[in-house]
């Protein structure tokens, strides 16, 4: 008995051993997912490395369904719109709501890049209307009635919009918001649905589709000066965002066997790095051309499971639970920001403003900051 007894031991003890090399391994799989792949040139890639200064707040009160930063003489506010059409201005730490504004039945808000003018839609789908908001001399443009999307130049001073006409295509038009006239100009017809417009630099607009994973869709660049169309991408699933001056970008696509792909592109939509992690675009911020903040799922295998995406990410059939990260392109590494447990986060529309990176969390919907 004594030498059965002794066996046994061994045996769970090397079993002990054996599973803690297992669970070791694989928590450095799931660390090493995080790291970047620059076109398989992974020389001087270094582990991420988590700051213990880091600080994490909630700053709005409610629930946000769209936030921007408005520069007014020298100083900067964040504003953020809630479900019911209050706007709300945070300053100094403190939120107020602005009495002066309120939209009935808000769909949505779209802003230029410098957060002057906003274009604002609301009503019922079917029958919305969209108005342009100079902010900050709280001017309204006359109300438009069919806008299908609308985005800023990214210098602020025109907006693009796709506006329905009788034969049930489409006209794309351009509007001076310096012009105290406000002067439009029709620029072709388009006969597409479902394509929602991005003006990523100067004389470049695109057409981009809705995603999902059951659609083969292209992504179409149209130049102004030219007059001219051309397709940009084509991949099923795909999503992409831009940096400010659309130098560059970050493309997610899926794959008929469930795979997914996550990468750098440039303004021509040709793939300039892929990364062995996987996010979405608007998961992402682009602050310069060699750094970019995400927000990544430290459980990378939610992307080898069961989960459809970018279709169960937009329905929000799945949350993530985000680590936020820098991503250094010049150097090749890439650096933890926030990995801790509580509070859960996953994180939307990331942008930057002085030391802080604002983000919306998809778990409360409120509006976050990080200090950097």
């Known amino acids: 008995m004594k030498k059965w007894l002794v066996i046994t031991i061994i045996i769970l003890a090397v079993s002990a051993v054996l599973a803690g090399i297992y669970f070791a391994w694989k928590n450095s799989q799931k660390l090493s997912s995080l790291i970047p792949s620059f076109n398989n040139e992974n020389q001087g890639i270094q582990t991420p490395q988590i700051l213990?200064?880091?600080?994490?707040?909630?700053?709005?009160?409610?629930?946000?369904?769209?936030?921007?930063?408005?520069?007014?003489?020298?100083?900067?506010?964040?504003?953020?719109?809630?479900?019911?059409g209050r706007i709300f201005k945070i300053s100094n730490g403190k939120e107020e709501i602005l009495d002066n504004i309120a939209v009935n039945d808000l769909i949505s808000i779209n802003t230029s890049s410098?957060?002057?003018?906003?274009?604002?839609?609301?009503?019922?789908?079917?029958?919305?209307?969209?108005?342009?908001?100079?902010?900050?001399?709280?001017?309204w443009y006359p109300p438009m009635i069919g806008v299908v999307s609308l985005d800023f130049s990214p210098d602020g001073k025109k907006a693009a919009y796709l506006e329905m006409n009788s034969a049930k295509s489409v006209d794309l038009i351009i509007k001076n918001l310096d012009d105290s006239k406000q002067k439009t100009q029709k620029i072709t017809t388009i006969n597409v649905k479902d394509f929602n417009l991005k003006w990523v630099e100067n004389d470049r607009l695109l057409l981009v589709p809705k995603p999902s994973f059951d659609t083969e869709s292209d992504m179409w660049e149209f130049n102004l000066k030219a007059k001219t169309f051309s397709k940009l991408l084509s991949n099923r699933g795909l999503m992409a965002?831009?940096?400010?001056?659309?130098?560059?970008?970050?493309?997610?696509?899926?794959?008929?066997?469930?795979?997914?792909?996550?990468?750098?592109?440039?303004n021509k939509g040709q793939t300039k790095a892929n990364f062995q992690f996987k996010t979405f675009p608007d998961?992402?911020?682009?602050?310069?051309?060699s750094q970019i903040y995400c927000a990544i799922s430290r459980n990378q295998d939610v992307f080898f499971g069961?989960?459809?995406?970018?279709?169960?990410?937009?329905?929000r059939s799945i949350l993530f639970k985000d680590g936020i990260y820098q991503i250094d392109l010049t150097s090749n590494k890439l650096q933890a920001l926030y990995e801790e447990e509580e509070p859960v986060?996953?994180?939307?529309?990331?942008?930057?403003?002085?030391?802080?990176?604002?983000?919306?969390?998809?778990?409360?919907?409120?509006?976050?900051?990080?200090?950097l």
């Open 52 to 84: 213990s200064n880091s600080k994490l707040k909630i700053i709005s009160q409610n629930e946000a369904t769209s936030y921007w930063v408005s520069n007014q003489n020298t100083s900067s506010s964040i504003f953020y719109a809630d479900h019911g």
């Open 114 to 139: 410098n957060g002057e003018f906003l274009a604002i839609k609301s009503g019922k789908i079917n029958n919305a209307i969209t108005e342009i908001l100079n902010f900050n001399k709280n001017i």
């Open 241 to 266: 965002s831009w940096s400010k001056f659309g130098d560059i970008g970050l493309k997610f696509s899926a794959n008929e066997n469930h795979s997914y792909n996550f990468g750098l592109i440039d």
């Open 283 to 289: 998961k992402c911020f682009i602050s310069s051309p």
């Open 306 to 315: 069961t989960a459809i995406f970018p279709d169960d990410y937009l329905k």
């Open 345 to 371: 986060i996953d994180a939307v529309n990331l942008s930057i403003l002085g030391n802080k990176l604002l983000f919306m969390n998809r778990y409360d919907g409120k509006l976050y900051s990080l200090d």
